[in-house]
């Protein structure tokens, strides 16, 4: 059974410090890996896909690497600001997606 | 588009209550999913459906029922409602070019929150 842990649960940084939240998972035989950003009382939207058979994947300040032999992919946030401040989803897809628990993110202003 | 909508937004039940949560996409796509996200814990899946007539279990899906009459609405049912099933749920959907693993984004709405009590 695929297992997703997020680690660390909550973060809290000032405004322009990078941010590094990361993600680990039991079994690598997957398809892809999604990040998710959830705002409180608010549905999910999706940040970045990598597939397998990537390395990372890039969309403005955020970057996301995937190791799948290690089993782990960190996405990184850059110069983050107050409106970064959000619970991050951690998703892995073999034959359903598998959600880790989230890292909620604060930036102080 | 609307993408995916749910309603209601929130809902109080008592114990042994039944109800619908409602769930309808407008982006034509053929896959759809019911998850539940308790307290600190991620979104686990309940049921899901790869197309109008089709549905199947998921993690979760005791105490749960679903149809999927046409492509856009994807109901769920809660019979005989229970403190357990107090949580969040949310309605997803994806478009898959097969019949087979749908591994593309899933869109999803933004969450019926429900109290059992």
């Known amino acids: 059974k695929q297992e997703v842990t997020q680690i660390p649960a909550a973060l809290s940084v000032p405004e322009g410090e990078n941010l590094v939240l990361n993600c680990s998972f039991t079994d690598s035989a997957i398809y892809n890996l999604q990040w998710f950003r959830q705002d409180p009382g608010k549905g999910l939207t999706s940040l970045l896909l990598i597939q397998s058979s990537q390395r990372e994947q890039t969309s403005g300040r955020l970057n996301a690497s995937l190791d799948k032999s290690s089993g782990r992919s960190t996405l990184y946030i850059a110069a983050s600001q107050p409106g970064d401040s959000a619970t991050y989803l951690c998703a892995v897809h073999d034959y359903k997606l598998s959600f880790g628990a989230g890292t909620t993110v604060t930036v102080r202003a | ?117």
């Open chain 2, 1 to 117: 588009n609307a993408g995916v909508t749910q309603t209601p937004k929130f809902r109080i039940l008592k114990i042994g209550q039944s109800m619908t949560l409602q769930c309808t996409q407008d982006m034509n796509h053929n896959y759809m999913y019911w998850y539940r996200q308790d307290p600190g814990m991620g979104l686990k899946l309940i049921y899901y459906s790869v197309g109008a007539g089709i549905t199947d279990k998921g993690e979760v899906p005791n105490g749960y029922n679903v149809s999927r009459s046409t492509t856009e609405d994807f109901p769920l049912r809660l019979e005989l409602a229970a403190p357990s099933q107090t949580s969040v749920y949310f309605c997803a959907s994806s478009y898959s070019p097969s019949s087979g693993l749908s591994t593309d984004t899933q869109y999803f709405g933004p969450g019926t929150r429900l109290t059992v009590l």
